[in-house]
Each structure stands twice: as structure tokens, then as C-alpha cells.
């Protein structure tokens, strides 16, 4: 069964917003990370954040982690229109590092 | 360039017929991954080789045969394609230590048609 579920599906949003991205998911984890995929592209990993850390920042990337609702999320701060892309969360269970399990995906939208 | 590559980037074929798509990492790494995402981008994993030996296989037809000739290349056999089998196939890799968690390198990805 698909570990991670996103949400929203797709957002939309005007250029110098912010976006958040949520992300739920099922079992004990080491870590979550979040990927990034823009239309007929690989995913690209934007950052990981650990079991027993609650915030991480990168950039214009801010993730949390509530281990006890096993729910995160994603912000991008400032959006530009390069941001549009699909934003997916992986997680690998306990016992399991080397499999990641991805999330159904958030596509966003900035509009210029 | 350091990179996942992957051969062809498209691919369109006949049902029933037998095809194979190529992947290979020159960033050092020891695991390799194939993962299947199908229209609604829901990405799977199907497979995954760390130093030439099988460690992960999903539930995946038997149709589906990765073969790794060594640790740099996984590539993926696919006989008998049916319909269903149309989807963008990725290939991954990492380099897992101990204690460190497992950030993935994708390729850009197989988009396989079976007409």
C-alpha cells in the first residue's frame, strides 16, 4: 500500500507566495526526505530531515516533522516560476533504509 | 558529466514483444533502483541491487528481469510487454553508510508506450 500521501494534489499559486505541501504517512520511519520532479524529468532531492529533528531549513526550504501524527511538510518561501514542478515525499521505514517509499505527489503552479 | 543515464528515452514497441532499457551511474554508488510511475506519477519501486546482488523485489512480474553486469550499470529486461506495462520508468542509485540515511539519484527517466 502507498506509505505517503500528499496533499494537495495541485496548487496553484502567484509568483512571491508561499507554498506548503503536506505529506501523511503510515509506519515508523528513519527519515523523510522530499524530491522534486519537473514535467518529463528525474526527481531531484531537495532535503531530508531526520526521525528526531522537527525542523530543517535549506534555502528557501523549510520541512517539519511531527513523528507522533507521522505527517511533514514542505515550504517554499518567496515562490518563483521555476518552482513549478511536482514535489513528492519519500520515506524509509524502520528496518528498511534502503527502500523509499514515495508519496502521491503535490503538483504547484507559480504564475508569473 | 556525473550522472544517472538512462538509454532510450523513449521507447515505443508492439505488444508481445520483448524490450530492455539501460541504466548506468558513474557517481560511485553501490545501489541501483528501478522504479515504475505510472500516469498519475505514483512512483513504485520494482527492484533494487546493491553491488550486483538483488536486495529488493517488489511485486513485479516475472516478465521483469534486471540484470546488473556490475555495480555501475542495473539495466531492466522486459518480455512479452503488454498494455499495462506502458508507464516512465526511472532509474536510481545511492550510496547508503551506516548510519546515514539513503538519498536517491535519479535518472531522467524511460517513457515506454505498448501499443
Known amino acids: 500500500s502507498q506509505q505517503g500521501e500528499e496533499d494537495p494534489q495541485a496548487l496553484s499559486i502567484q509568483e512571491g507566495e508561499n507554498a506548503t505541501m503536506n505529506c501523511s504517512y503510515k509506519t515508523s520511519i528513519n527519515n523523510l526526505q522530499w524530491y522534486r520532479q519537473n514535467s518529463g524529468r528525474g526527481l531531484v532531492h531537495l532535503i531530508l530531515i531526520r526521525s528526531n529533528e522537527r525542523e530543517k531549513h535549506s534555502g528557501r526550504l523549510r520541512v517539519t516533522l511531527d513523528t507522533s501524527k507521522k505527517s511533514s511538510s514542505l515550504l517554499i518561501t518567496a515562490s518563483r516560476a521555476a518552482d513549478t514542478a511536482s514535489y513528492f515525499c519519500a520515506t524509509d521505514r524502520v528496518g528498511s533504509a534502503r527502500q523509499l517509499t514515495f508519496g502521491s505527489g503535490t503538483q504547484l503552479t507559480v504564475l508569473p | ?115
Open chain 2, 1 to 115: 558529466d556525473t550522472a544517472v543515464s538512462q538509454t532510450p528515452k523513449y521507447l515505443v514497441t508492439q505488444m508481445g514483444n520483448d524490450k530492455s532499457i539501460k541504466c548506468e551511474q558513474n557517481l560511485g554508488h553501490d545501489t541501483m533502483y528501478w522504479y515504475k510511475q505510472d500516469s498519475k506519477k505514483f512512483l513504485k519501486i520494482m527492484f533494487s541491487y546493491n553491488n550486483k546482488e538483488l536486495i529488493i523485489n517488489e511485486t513485479v512480474p516475472n516478465r521483469f528481469s534486471p540484470k546488473s553486469p556490475d555495480k555501475a550499470h542495473l539495466n531492466l529486461h522486459i518480455n512479452s510487454l503488454e498494455l499495462g506495462d506502458s508507464a516512465v520508468y526511472f532509474c536510481a542509485s545511492s550510496y547508503p553508510r551506516r548510519g546515514a540515511a539513503d538519498t536517491q539519484y535519479f535518472g531522467p527517466g524511460t517513457r515506454l508506450t505498448v501499443l
